[in-house]
């Protein structure tokens, strides 16, 4: 039989962490009483902290209904852009998510780097230069491509270095076609 002091410690951990997760690194099993919401982040219990496995300091993770994530050392978890089924890499120092519904570059420690406008953005590429577009969308599909809008350029600064157009001339640049 569960002692009583057990249960109430369970159901602390569930109200302060009641997010499940799953290791990407050690198994791909959902672990209750993981994760909590915090003001944009994500916080994951210092337990399932000591069960990762850390690369250059992070760790990969997934939370149902939140996404793909990075996470230190000190459990601080950002939720970035899935690809192909994992989080988003570093490219160039830098890694995408969202910050108020937009666009924004975070670097290694998962500090702001960058918050731009920018309804969707490409990684830097090795000229320092993102793809990035306004007003464009997902066309629903799996995997997704993004339609519309008008596409431009920025550098790590945020500044446009291609302007917004409706052509495919910052596509061409970004991707090295002709």
């Not at 249960?7 to 050690?26: D, G, I």
């Not at 069960?51 to 939720?79: H, K, N, Q, S, T």
């Not at 160039?92 to 998962?110: E, I």
């Amino acid at each position: 039989m569960a002692s009583p002091a057990g249960s109430a410690a369970r159901e602390v951990a569930a109200e302060r962490y009641p997010l499940a997760c799953v290791y990407f690194r050690r198994d791909l099993d959902p672990y209750e009483q993981c994760a909590r919401r915090a003001d944009g982040m994500v916080r994951v219990a210092p337990a399932h902290v000591a069960r990762m496995r850390f690369e250059r300091g992070l760790a990969e993770l997934r939370v149902p209904g939140i996404g793909c994530l990075w996470m230190r050392r000190d459990g601080l978890a950002l939720p970035v852009f899935m690809l192909d089924n994992g989080p988003d890499p570093f490219e160039q120092g830098l890694v995408r998510s969202w910050r108020d519904g937009k666009v924004a570059f975070y670097d290694r420690r998962l500090r702001l780097v960058l918050a731009t406008p920018y309804d969707w953005a490409f990684p830097f590429n090795a000229r320092g230069e993102a793809l990035v577009c306004e007003g464009c969308r997902s066309d629903g599909r799996q995997p997704a491509s993004m339609v519309g809008g008008r596409w431009g350029l920025i550098d790590r600064t945020g500044h446009l270095v291609r302007p917004l157009a409706e052509t495919d001339a910052a596509d061409r640049r970004y991707f090295n076609r002709r």
